[in-house]
């Protein structure tokens, strides 16, 4: 019944859109999202949708981009992956017999469908695992629930070290200089290499049962960069552990999807109506914004760097005057304050707080939110009343 319903809300004879690790990065940071937990559960084209709402997003990389991030992984995988395993000897296992090339399993892991795959990469690891080499795995297909519905990632590779432990391999195209790279985007590598890292979990366990060795999913990544300004790889080694505990938290908070669903109007559906280009919408965009607003969702400027949704989202909330188009920080500093219209009037002199469920006394005078408000509003005045321009000092001479 849940599956049928998913089916009907992308629309008949639409396929599920999979979900790749940078989006279930992105879900994890915003558990809170209905919206975007049950668009991406169904499988629905979010970028498709937001274009036929008309409020398309610049999200995504640009083809230079992609080129440039396949011709860089290729080259570190070249020869059977010999610079990448020397790099992963010399970041995670010094002090341990290197890898020899012609003794390095490299598995075949294609099968039919992303299922088929995962089944693969699975049997592939445990006997990888079985024999105590070093093996890489290229391009493995894992398998994570996500809100009751599964999703397939698939990261850069995952090397089996002789010991029985596996790591995940991260290759991204973005330099690494003097050993360091920007944070920012470290940052969200670690966050998307947790998402393998949770996913090996299971498959481990299941190895370590089958083989009878202690199987071990390194809580260490390699992220592998261009070094400095040139095309030659360099790596170091990331810790996501804190990456990990989020990333499982935040997921295990998601609402199945089937209960969301369940929430709609019967005749809900998100089905564009393409024409027989197969690209081009038919369907009024006025129906469409009906289906979107009908799931909750939880908008954040931070969607903007992460959802193909977020400018149609961040729309609505201005025009709401919602205080979650502010920021996280500032909507946790509002308390019980949901518009900026509240804001603005709780900061006035006779301003009052949230309305109190229990019809009691006004809360504005014991609710910090409101006599924060009241206080910089004050101050705000006092400032703007004594400010005054200072007139030029005769003695001194003129800007030239």
């Given at each position: 019944m849940g599956r049928a319903r998913l089916t009907e809300l992308r629309g008949p004879g639409v396929h599920p859109r999979p979900l790749d690790a940078r989006a279930l990065a992105a879900l994890a940071a915003n558990p809170g999202c209905h919206r975007r937990a049950l668009l991406d559960g169904a499988g629905i084209d979010k970028g498709a949708l937001a274009r036929a709402l008309g409020s398309p997003a610049a999200y995504g990389q640009s083809q230079f981009a992609l080129v440039r991030g396949t011709a860089f992984e290729a080259r570190v995988k070249a020869d059977g992956g010999t610079e990448l395993l020397r790099l992963v000897h010399e970041r995670l296992a010094p002090g341990t017999p290197a890898p020899v090339p012609e003794e390095?399993?490299?598995?075949?892991?294609?099968?039919?469908?992303?299922?088929?795959?995962?089944?693969?990469?699975?049997?592939?690891?445990?006997?990888a695992t079985a024999a105590g080499g070093w093996a890489l795995l290229d391009h493995p297909m894992l398998a994570v629930e996500v809100a009751g519905s599964p999703a397939y990632v698939e990261p850069d590779a995952v090397v089996v070290h002789p010991d029985g432990s596996w790591t995940v391999v991260e290759i991204k195209s973005f330099p690494m200089i003097d050993g360091s790279a920007d944070a920012a985007k470290v940052g969200a590598a670690a966050r998307q290499a947790a998402v393998y890292v949770l996913a090996l979990e299971p498959v481990a366990r299941h190895a370590d049962a089958r083989t009878g060795r202690t199987v071990r999913v390194r809580d260490r990544v390699l992220l592998v960069c261009p070094k400095d300004f040139s095309n030659l790889p360099t790596a170091a080694a990331v810790d996501?552990?804190?990456?990990l505990a989020t990333t499982r938290r935040q997921l295990a908070r998601l609402t199945r999807v089937e209960e969301i669903a369940a929430a709609l109007p019967a005749r809900t559906t998100f089905d564009l109506r393409l024409a027989?280009?197969?690209?081009?919408a038919t369907r009024p965009p006025e129906e469409l914004a009906e289906a979107v607003e009908a799931v909750g969702a939880a908008y954040a400027p931070e969607c903007l760097a992460a959802c193909e949704l977020a400018f149609h989202c961040r729309t609505r909330a201005r025009r709401d005057g919602a205080v979650e188009a502010l920021g996280r920080g500032v909507r946790g500093e509002l308390g019980g304050l949901r518009t900026i219209e509240e804001v603005l009037a709780a900061a006035g002199p006779d301003g009052a707080g949230p309305a109190d469920p229990g019809g009691g006394a006004d809360p504005g005078e014991e609710d910090p939110a409101v006599v924060a408000l009241r206080r910089a509003a004050a101050l705000r005045a006092e400032a703007l009343a004594g400010a005054a321009v200072p007139a030029p000092r005769t003695e001194e001479p003129g800007c030239r």
């Open positions: 390095v399993a490299t598995p075949d892991l294609s099968a039919a469908g992303p299922a088929g795959r995962a089944a693969r990469t699975a049997l592939a690891l445990r006997e996501v552990r804190k990456q027989d280009d197969g690209k081009t």
